[in-house]
C-alpha cells in the first residue's frame, strides 16, 4: 500500500474512490446534428496527417504495455486537488527524496489510462509538458497511479490578478509552446483552463497538466464533443460537430487569455452547455453563429429556438475599463479576435500566434532576458 505521512494516516487510497466510473453531466441532448448526412469536410490547417505518417505503435495506444514502478518509492504528504478522474497528492520520492505529485486514477476504462499514458510518453522533453516520472499500482485494489514532476503552483486565482501585462504576454507564450509541440506531435489537449496550467511565478515556469482528455489527431474522425471544461469549451462542441481539431485548443486559449486581460473569470460564465453557447453569442454576435452553422450543415437543437435569440457582436474594447486597461492593447485585442472565432479553420494556429506582434516584446531576446532577470515593463 502507498506509505503515508503521519499527517495523513487516516487516509486511504481506497477510500477515496467510487465503485463506479464516474459519468460526464453533459446533456447527450445538447446540440444533436440533424440527420442531414455528413457534414462539410473539415481538416486541420496544420499538422493534420502526423499521425498516418508514424508506426501505428505511435497511435494505437490498446497495445501499449506499461512498465510498472515500484509502488513502494513514494509517500503522500498531502491531497493537493481533485478532479473528475483523479484524486492529486504532493509525494515524495523515498529513494531520492525529490518531490512529485501523485495522481491517483479513479475507475475508468483501462484504455483511457493506456492513453493517457501513451500521450505523455509521445510528449516526454516537449517544452512545458509535464513530465510523467513513473507508474505504479497498488498490487491488492490495481488502483493505478501516475508520477509527475512537482511544480510549486501558485492557484490562478490568487496568482493572475497579480499579473502585470508582460508577465500576461510571457505565460501565454509560454503555453502556446505546449501547444504547438503536442499539436506537431499529432495531438490535441481538450481541456485547456487555468486549473491546468501549472505556474512556479518565482521560476517563471510553466507546465501543461492533465492529459487525460487528450487525443491523437486523424482527419475524419468523429470524437467526442463531451471534453474540456464548460467555460472553455469551443463553439463545435457546444453544436455537437464531431470533427474537430487542435483548434479546439486554441479557442480554449483565447477564452483563457480574455479571462486574463479584462480580468474577467471565467469570461464565458454559462449556466449550462446551452447557456454557454449563449453567453458566447452575446459577445460574439449571430450573425456569425449562423453562417459557421451554415458552412458545416449542423443544426442546433430545438431549445435553442427559445434562449438563442438575435445578438451583435460587442466590440472587444467595450469590455475594457479602468481596472483592466493596463492589459489591453490593440496587439492584445487583435490577438484574441483571431482566435475567439466560430469557424475554427480561422482560429489562428499555436505556431501562428507565437509570431503575432503581440508577443514582439517576448520574442525579443534582451526584453526577455530583462523581465527573467526581475525586470517588468519591456
Known amino acids: 500500500m502507498l506509505a503515508v505521512c503521519p499527517s495523513l494516516a487516516l487516509l486511504t487510497i481506497s477510500a477515496l474512490l467510487p465503485t463506479t466510473p464516474p459519468t460526464c453531466n453533459t446533456d447527450p441532448s445538447l446540440a444533436r ?7 462539410v469536410a473539415s481538416m486541420a490547417r496544420v499538422y493534420a496527417d502526423v499521425n498516418q505518417n508514424m508506426p501505428r505503435t505511435y497511435w494505437d495506444y490498446d497495445s501499449v504495455n506499461i512498465g510498472w514502478g515500484l509502488l513502494e518509492n513514494y509517500e503522500v504528504v498531502r491531497k ?40 505523455l510518453q509521445n510528449l516526454a522533453g516537449g517544452p512545458n509538458i509535464v513530465a510523467l516520472l513513473d507508474v505504479v499500482r497498488d498490487s491488492q485494489s490495481k488502483t493505478p497511479s501516475l508520477i509527475f514532476e512537482y511544480v510549486n ?78 467555460y472553455f469549451k469551443g463553439p463545435e462542441l457546444l453544436v455537437d460537430f464531431q470533427e474537430y481539431d487542435y483548434s479546439l485548443d486554441m479557442w480554449s486559449l483565447g477564452a483563457m487569455f480574455a479571462s486574463m486581460i479584462f480580468r474577467k473569470e471565467p469570461f464565458f460564465h454559462g449556466n449550462s452547455n446551452a447557456d454557454q453557447l449563449v453567453k458566447i453569442a452575446k459577445v460574439l454576435g449571430t450573425d456569425d453563429l449562423f453562417d459557421y452553422l451554415d458552412k458545416y450543415e449542423i443544426e442546433l437543437d430545438a431549445q435553442y429556438d427559445d434562449i438563442l435569440g438575435r445578438f451583435q457582436k460587442k466590440p472587444w474594447h467595450s469590455f475594457v475599463n479602468s481596472e483592466n486597461q493596463r492589459f489591453v492593447s490593440n496587439e492584445a485585442i487583435d490577438f484574441l479576435d483571431k482566435l475567439l472565432r466560430y469557424d475554427h479553420a480561422e482560429r489562428l494556429t499555436a505556431k501562428e500566434a507565437m509570431a503575432h506582434p503581440y508577443f514582439a516584446p517576448i520574442r525579443d531576446e534582451a526584453t526577455l532576458q530583462q523581465y527573467l532577470a526581475g525586470g517588468t515593463q519591456p
Not at 446534428?33 to 457534414?39: H, N, V
Not at 478522474?85 to 476504462?109: A, D, M, R
Not at 490562478?156 to 510571457?170: A, Q, T
Request: hydrophobic letters at 35%; aromatic letters at 12%.
Open 33 to 39: 446534428r440533424a440527420d442531414r448526412g455528413a457534414p
Open 153 to 230: 503552483n501558485t492557484d490562478f486565482r490568487s496568482l493572475y490578478p497579480k499579473f502585470n501585462d508582460i508577465d500576461v504576454r510571457y505565460y501565454i507564450y509560454e503555453l502556446l509552446k505546449a501547444l504547438d509541440f503536442c499539436h506537431s506531435k499529432g495531438i490535441m489537449h481538450r481541456d485547456v483552463k487555468p486549473h491546468n496550467v501549472m505556474i512556479d511565478h518565482e521560476n517563471r515556469k510553466l507546465r501543461l497538466i492533465d492529459w487525460g482528455l487528450a487525443e491523437f489527431y486523424h482527419p475524419g474522425t468523429e470524437y467526442n464533443v463531451r471534453v474540456a471544461s464548460r
Open 80 to 119: 493537493i486537488g481533485r478532479g473528475k478522474y483523479s484524486e492529486v497528492f504532493e509525494g515524495i520520492n523515498v529513494v531520492n527524496y525529490q518531490k512529485c505529485v501523485i495522481k491517483v486514477l479513479k475507475p475508468v476504462k483501462k484504455k483511457k489510462i493506456k492513453r493517457e499514458i501513451k500521450i
